[in-house]
């Protein structure tokens, strides 16, 4: 009996430090991958999900499709030029399929973000057509080309994305809408849907989704299983996502089950 009970105690105290890693690992990642986990503990999937079910319960994490994210990073926002060298190469090559679907005499908008950056930079030079953007660097850029007609939506100009957001944006939005929409994103979680870290940049997002005849997600693989703070919508909102080839089978597969369509750029 006695010996039973160290082993059960035994037991609980490798769960109990398991658990301890799984959380500093999160603190200094801010994402973790279940099947990453396993390898790394030598156990089964089965017996990490517990684990960061568990540490759910306990408000040490939040679950997301296929791991779990740190809540601290909910918020976190990092800077316009913090993220243009992230997987510089995959959002070229999302930025330049994205490009191709804009089609003689469409009015397009063009969200802000390093990845729709991308798509601007990539703009055909053999048609004419209409941008509209909320991001004042992105109407610079746009301006240079003869082609194009480029209108900003005002408002609010938030430093650290250099979008523009609140009423003043809602106000320009209103009798406006657009053949196809591109919008970055900073999670894409099947569960959670498409966030950002500003709620103020959510709720323009969603209406430019409502104004749009047709809406491409643009992100990279990085940006899946990720939870922002601010949703925009579902997934099942919006009419396509363009990553690129780095996004795991097993989530394009779970992916492949909405009515979304999914391309992959090859970098």
Same mark, same amino acid.
């Given at each position: 009996?006695?010996? $039973?009970?160290?082993?059960?105690?035994? !037991?609980? %105290?490798?769960?109990?430090?398991?658990? !301890?890693?799984?959380? @500093? $690992?999160? #603190?200094?990642?801010?994402?973790?991958?279940?099947?990453?986990?396993? @390898?790394?503990?030598?156990?089964?999937? %089965?017996?990490?999900?517990?684990?960061?079910?568990? =540490?759910? @319960?306990?408000?040490?994490?939040?679950?997301?499709?296929?791991?779990?994210?740190?809540? $601290?990073?909910?918020?976190?926002?990092?800077?316009?030029?913090?993220?243009?060298?992230?997987?510089?190469?995959?959002?070229? @090559?999302?930025?330049?399929?994205?490009?191709?679907?804009?089609?003689? +005499?469409?009015?397009v908008f063009i969200g802000n973000g390093t990845t729709t950056m991308e798509?601007?930079?990539?703009?055909? !030079?053999?048609? #004419?057509?209409?941008?509209?953007? &909320?991001? =004042?660097?992105?109407?610079?850029?746009?301006?240079?080309?003869? !082609?194009?007609?480029?209108?900003? *939506?005002?408002?609010?100009?938030?430093?650290?994305? =250099?979008?523009?957001?609140?009423?003043?944006? #809602?106000?320009?939005?209103?009798?406006?809408?657009?053949?196809?929409?591109?919008?970055?994103? &900073?999670?894409?979680?099947?569960?959670?849907?498409?966030?950002?870290?500003?709620?103020?940049?959510?709720?323009?997002?969603?209406?430019?989704?409502?104004?749009?005849?047709?809406?491409?997600?643009?992100?990279?693989?990085?940006?899946?299983?990720? *939870?922002? #703070?601010?949703?925009?919508?579902?997934?099942? /909102?919006? /009419?396509?996502?363009?990553?690129?080839? +780095?996004? /795991?089978?097993?989530?394009?597969?779970?992916?492949? &089950?909405?009515?979304?369509?999914?391309?992959?750029?090859?970098?």
């Amino acid at each position: 009996m006695n010996s $039973q009970r160290k082993a059960t105690n035994r !037991q609980h %105290m490798l769960t109990e430090q398991r658990r !301890q890693v799984i959380l @500093e $690992q999160l #603190h200094s990642r801010k994402a973790v991958k279940t099947s990453e986990l396993s @390898e790394t503990f030598a156990v089964s999937s %089965m017996t990490i999900r517990n684990d960061l079910n568990a =540490l759910a @319960e306990q408000g040490q994490l939040m679950r997301v499709h296929g791991g779990a994210i740190s809540r $601290q990073w909910l918020t976190a926002e990092p800077s316009y030029h913090d993220k243009a060298d992230i997987n510089r190469a995959e959002k070229e @090559e999302i930025g330049r399929q994205a490009a191709g679907l804009i089609e003689e +005499g469409m009015a397009v908008f063009i969200g802000n973000g390093t990845t729709t950056m991308e798509i601007i930079k990539h703009l055909p !030079q053999d048609r #004419h057509f209409r941008v509209f953007t &909320n991001a =004042l660097n992105h109407a610079l850029e746009v301006s240079q080309l003869p !082609q194009a007609e480029v209108f900003v *939506v005002g408002g609010y100009l938030r430093e650290v994305s =250099l979008a523009m957001i609140g009423r003043l944006a #809602h106000q320009a939005l209103k009798g406006i809408y657009f053949d196809l929409a591109f919008l970055g994103v &900073n999670g894409i979680s099947i569960d959670y849907g498409l966030t950002i870290p500003s709620l103020e940049e959510a709720e323009v997002a969603a209406e430019i989704i409502e104004r749009s005849q047709r809406t491409v997600i643009v992100a990279d693989h990085a940006k899946f299983g990720v *939870v922002a #703070h601010g949703k925009i919508a579902d997934i099942t /909102d919006i /009419d396509a996502i363009i990553t690129d080839s +780095g996004l /795991d089978p097993r989530l394009l597969n779970s992916l492949s &089950n909405l009515d979304v369509e999914i391309n992959t750029a090859m970098v």
